[in-house]
């Protein structure tokens, strides 16, 4: 299989600017694959949907070339640091005839940070494969992206992710629930790394920003992201992301959500569990 990827880091490179560099991995030796830190300014945490997709890129440098992501689930175990490098360490579970399932632990030293795993499959090679295609979810009426203003961003933690909010007419606290988002420098012509791309953009915002008194608890940590990729998508193209609460219990909550692309086709699923407690806000 044919892996590009840098073969060496420079102690004084520049920290990655786009989400393409982002995901250009160094592979080391033994399923295993360097990060460098996106940060030079002192400790702060990591972005969620960056670790995700790295720890999908990396699994896919293990592949064989005729398999593409359709699902991960991230179990996000401590706060990652922006400052240091993030290892990858793959293990390879199984490659059968169709499938191909992975598991990455990404680390900072000798703490785990994330936990994925994430399984891959051949692409189908009856033309017709198509004939059976369904889809039950309908992207909500929204405005066009051309008729919006780009929304300002933490470019130091998404890089050239850019998002673009419609009006909703349904409540939110701090962050929208609704927005469509799109990486701006091109990414690879590469099933995979547009897989990766989607994968960074799907944790961006939170469904629980819909919930009833969520300004008590504000926005706090997510626990695991799970995606499901249903087709292939263009993430330099505009993306709609719409998130909507489940439950709320016991200090958790957890989301659901779907991302369509311009007509309207689902491309992805995902759910979300993350930290969320009112009692944090009481007097």
């Known amino acids: 299989m044919s892996v590009t990827s840098r073969e060496v880091f420079d102690d004084e490179q520049l920290s990655p600017i786009t989400v393409a560099e982002v995901l250009d991995l160094q592979a080391l030796t033994n ?48 706060a990652g640091d922006a400052s240091a490098p993030i290892e990858f360490t793959v293990e390879r579970d199984r ?16 703490s785990v940070i994330c936990s994925v795993a994430c399984s891959f499959s051949r692409g189908p090679r009856d033309p017709d494969h198509g004939a059976g295609d369904y889809q039950a979810v309908r992207a909500p009426a929204a405005q066009r992206p051309a008729e919006l203003t780009t929304h300002p961003l933490n470019a130091s933690r998404t890089f050239d992710l850019e998002a673009r909010v419609p009006e909703d007419n349904d409540p939110w606290y701090r962050w929208p629930a609704r927005l469509w988002l799109r990486i701006r420098e ?31 608890a504000g926005l706090l940590p997510s626990i695991d992201h799970a995606v499901w990729l249903h087709r292939g998508g263009d993430p330099n193209g505009w993306l709609l992301i719409d998130l909507c609460p489940l439950v709320t219990h016991g200090g958790r909550g957890v989301y659901t959500g779907q991302i369509y692309d311009e007509h309207g086709a689902a491309l992805a699923s995902l759910t979300q569990e993350s930290l969320f407690d009112v009692t944090r806000g009481d007097s």
């Open 31 to 78: 399923d295993r694959f360097r990060a460098p830190p996106v940060s030079t300014t002192g400790r702060r945490t990591i972005y969620g949907g960056q670790v995700a997709a790295q720890a999908l890129r990396a699994a896919a440098m293990t592949v064989p070339d005729d398999r593409v992501a359709h699902s991960l689930h991230a179990y996000f175990v401590a």
């Open 95 to 110: 490659d059968g005839g169709r499938y191909s399932g992975r598991r990455v632990l990404a680390r900072q030293g000798d």
């Open 186 to 216: 091109p990414l690879a012509d590469d099933p995979n790394i547009r897989a990766c791309g989607l994968v960074f953009l799907s944790d961006l915002c939170t469904g629980l920003s819909r919930v009833p008194h969520v300004e008590k």
